[in-house]
């Protein structure tokens, strides 16, 4: 067919859509780059509200780390052909996915306990910030749960014969992504927040 | 081989049925959710005219009331109703218009409208690819973009108005709903459609950077590529990396708003009343956020047009472009520029000294790779044998208008002058003839140069070049009195200068440009005329290569299908600018180099 992508591409090693994938990344990253700043610049100036993080936002990250583990072990079986690995690895990823969503949200519960408004009159933007700049990792782990869900389902199907692994090897590449995205969040809230 | 033979392959006859396809689309995957980069670049394009129109008609409505305060058209209030109380126009909806005058402009006319139009319609036929890296993602920036354009047109129509504390979107005007009639509803409205304006943009410029880095044809190089495919990929570049930080900004912003929080708030009062119960905080970070966008969105409006004017005057001056490499890396040099200079924007707001004077230091470099492209641009005219199709004439007029706002630009890019200078009429006058003007000019251009590619049809030449000669004159007219104004201290964003005792004596000059810009407005509907009459009924294109050009776009059939190219797709052996080598007008991409053919370009 006329529109077939791949026809321009079959000479080069990186498939079109991991270039869009990788591209993608990169204005994620910006996005995050600018929250961050913005956090900075706020925390020079007056009124900035210092609390404890959450022990349960480190509980979140090993869940996270260890999810990247088991999406790497998915793609290496769909590689290997070993269907039934491979849909072990990618459901266990996906249920991580929903505990470390959970986990997040718990996380903003133990800071309105501590008396920590997150938005509302009572707020401080220390507090605000934490809040927006995690809801928007969250959002990015949402999109990552529902590809991670479609492409389970898809796994599970009777058609599914592994002979195209480029929907995992891109869903992999994002999770690892929106994972480091999160440690670097992590370490960023903890250490200079 | 000789190049006669092949070069004659070339001049054939329209192979007008080459461009049928097999399968059949439907009008609505054809026309409407068309995956067909061509389409797509076709629905920016005329979307774009539409709020290009839009847009101006705002322009003729405020500069009416600048041009004449005291007087009433009771016509005005039949079509705008309680918008132009008693034939005059309110302040409020004053307000209104130059906000969404900008907004449309900068954003919905000279960014989709430029970059989703030639980005979409370029790439792929240049590069030699049969479509876009994900013809999908392409379609859905462009019903985002559509989408975007509904929302932002349903905001004219609220009953409190349009967003109206300019397109900027400081807070509090944006933050806090009490701050004025268009900080309501209008403002949802304007976030939303923002919003969904990045989402467009985003997924577009995605799209070009891995069509531009993966898709390419057989032998086409990064350096063999055209210059305006180079521009579209530094400008897609640009938007990936700008406009996330501008969302992450808008939805702090939306948190402010909606959510009780104070990251732009600071302490403040709306009519004698505290606005914020809880702790301040900084309307400046708002600014930094945007501006990290907003200087980067200067260079997305203006790359394109540099990039496509680079290609059309090397194919009518029958010359090679001067300095192939110095325009790719003065294309770089902006690039990177453009995102370190942000804070001239901000002279005034209280900036470190220190942080100011690097940033005037980082801004005037900028002058550096723009000299470089007039001289190249200038020489590749010298001794051209020129030929002045209305496509050229836009194209020099560009470098004429880049000239005149560029050097306004080092005058403002000086803390000290810019301090003087801040929201006068200078600023109105320099960003409007370097940014808008000059990107329009760059967009006119690319329509009359590319129009038979995309509809098989010419635009008129007459209507061209009446449209060419007006629209340049009344630019200047337009806008070189107002550097004086601007000098004189006149500030922008005034609702009537009529009462201060200083700015009586620009009475005159005021009603002056406000009366060119109703007839460059007026000609500009001649042009629109001129577009969609010859969609239809224009001069039908009967050879490949009209403009006798090297790029692989005129290798296709005259109204080429979706895949582009019947055949193979060809392959390159060489750059795109042999024009007037080895005694040969001019040696198309895809001929391969023969074997007494000079080295040199």
Do not use: C
């Not at chain 2, 806090?176 to 268009?182: E, T």
């Not at chain 2, 923002?194 to 997924?203: E, G, I, N, Q, T």
């Not at chain 2, 040099?333 to 940033?359: C, K």
């Not at chain 2, 001069?539 to 006798?548: G, S």
């Amino acid at each position: 067919m006329a529109t077939d992508v791949k026809t321009g591409a079959e000479k080069n090693k990186i498939h079109p859509y991991k270039m869009v994938l990788y591209a993608g990344l990169g204005s994620i990253v910006m996005m995050f780059a600018g929250l961050t700043s913005a956090y900075i610049v706020k925390k020079s100036q007056a009124n900035w509200l210092d609390f404890e993080l959450p022990n349960v936002f480190l509980i979140s990250t090993f869940v996270i780390l260890l999810s990247s583990f088991t999406i790497q072990m998915a793609v290496k079986k769909a590689k290997e052909g070993l269907q039934n690995q491979y849909r072990g690895f990618l459901s266990v990823t996906a249920i991580l996915g929903v505990v470390f969503m959970i986990l997040q949200l718990q996380g903003f519960m133990a800071l309105q306990t501590n008396n920590i408004a997150l938005t509302g009159p009572r707020s401080n933007s220390a507090a605000s910030f934490l809040f927006v700049i995690t809801l928007l990792h969250l959002f990015h782990v949402l999109g990552g749960v529902l590809a991670l869900i479609g492409v389970s389902f898809k796994s599970f199907s009777a058609k599914n014969n592994l002979e195209n692994t480029l929907p995992v090897q891109l869903l992999s590449t994002y999770w690892h992504f929106v994972d480091i995205l999160w440690i670097y969040l992590f370490v960023f809230l903890h250490w200079i927040g | 081989m000789s190049h006669e033979a092949a070069l004659h392959n070339h001049e054939g006859q329209g192979h007008d049925d080459h461009g049928h396809h097999e399968h059949h689309d439907t009008f609505l995957t054809k026309y409407v959710f068309s995956q067909d980069h061509k389409m797509i670049a076709k629905q920016f394009l005329i979307t774009g005219m539409v709020w290009a129109v839009l847009g101006g008609l705002m322009s003729v409505l405020f500069r009416l009331q600048l041009g004449y305060p005291d007087a009433s058209f009771p016509w005005l209030e039949s079509i705008l109703g309680k918008w132009a109380k008693g034939g005059q126009i309110t302040p409020e909806a004053y307000y209104a218009l130059v906000t969404t005058h900008g907004t449309v402009l900068v954003f919905f006319v000279l960014t989709a409208g430029l970059s989703g139009t030639f980005a979409n319609f370029l790439i792929p036929l240049q590069i030699g690819a049969r479509d876009m890296a994900s013809p999908f993602l392409n379609m859905l920036s462009y019903w985002f973009f559509f989408t975007a354009s509904i929302v932002m047109l349903s905001s004219l129509f609220v009953e409190t108005g349009p967003f109206s504390g300019g397109w900027t979107a400081y807070p509090p005007l944006s933050a806090l709903h009490d701050a004025s009639p268009g900080s309501k509803s209008g403002m949802d409205l304007w976030i939303i459609a923002m919003a969904l304006f990045v989402v467009s943009s985003l997924l577009g410029g995605l799209n070009y950077i891995a069509t531009i880095l993966n898709m390419r044809t057989k032998g086409m190089s990064m350096t063999r590529l055209p210059l305006t495919i180079w521009a579209l990929f530094f400008t897609a570049v640009l938007g990936v990396l700008s406009f996330p930080v501008l969302l992450s900004g808008m939805i702090l912003l939306i948190f402010d708003r909606n959510f009780g929080t104070s990251f732009y708030l600071s302490d403040i009062y709306v009519n004698g009343v505290g606005a914020l119960s809880n702790e301040g905080g900084s309307a400046i970070l708002f600014q930094h956020l945007f501006w990290f966008l907003g200087h980067p969105e200067v260079y997305i409006i203006l790359l394109p047009a540099m990039g496509m004017v680079s290609e059309i005057m090397s194919v009518n001056s029958r010359k090679p472009i001067f300095g192939y490499m110095a325009m790719l890396g003065s294309l770089f040099a902006i690039a990177i520029l453009a995102f370190l200079v942000w804070a001239h924007h901000m002279f005034v707001t209280g900036l470190n000294p220190f942080l100011g004077s690097v940033f005037v230091l980082l801004t005037l470099l900028i002058a550096v790779p723009s000299a470089i492209k007039v001289f190249n641009w200038l020489t590749t005219l010298w001794r051209g044998n020129i030929r002045f199709t209305p496509g050229m004439l836009f194209a020099i007029g560009f470098v004429s208008l880049f000239i005149s706002g560029g050097l306004t630009g080092i005058w403002l890019g000086n803390a000290a002058l810019d301090i003087y200078l801040h929201d006068s009429y200078f600023v109105v006058a320099h960003f409007h003839i370097v940014m808008g003007v000059a990107s329009m000019f760059g967009m006119f251009a690319g329509v009359y140069h590319w129009f038979p590619k995309m509809y098989g049809r010419y635009l008129n030449n007459s209507l061209g070049y009446i449209h060419f000669w007006i629209t340049i004159a009344g630019a200047y007219m337009i806008f070189w009195p107002m550097h004086y104004q601007g000098l004189a201290g006149m500030p922008r964003r005034y609702f009537d200068f009529s009462i201060w005792e200083s700015f009586k004596q620009f009475a005159e000059l005021n009603r002056f440009i406000s009366t060119v810009a109703m007839i460059v407005f007026a000609v500009q509907i001649l042009f629109l005329i001129n577009f969609f009459y010859s969609i239809f009924k224009g001069r039908k294109v009967t050879v490949l290569n009209p403009w006798e050009s090297n790029t692989l776009e005129w290798t296709t059939p005259i109204r080429p299908g979706h895949g582009n190219w019947p055949g193979e797709i060809p392959e390159v052996h060489r750059w795109p600018y042999d024009y007037g080598k080895d005694g040969h007008d001019f040696i198309p991409q895809d001929v391969p180099v023969g074997a007494d053919e000079t080295d040199t370009h």
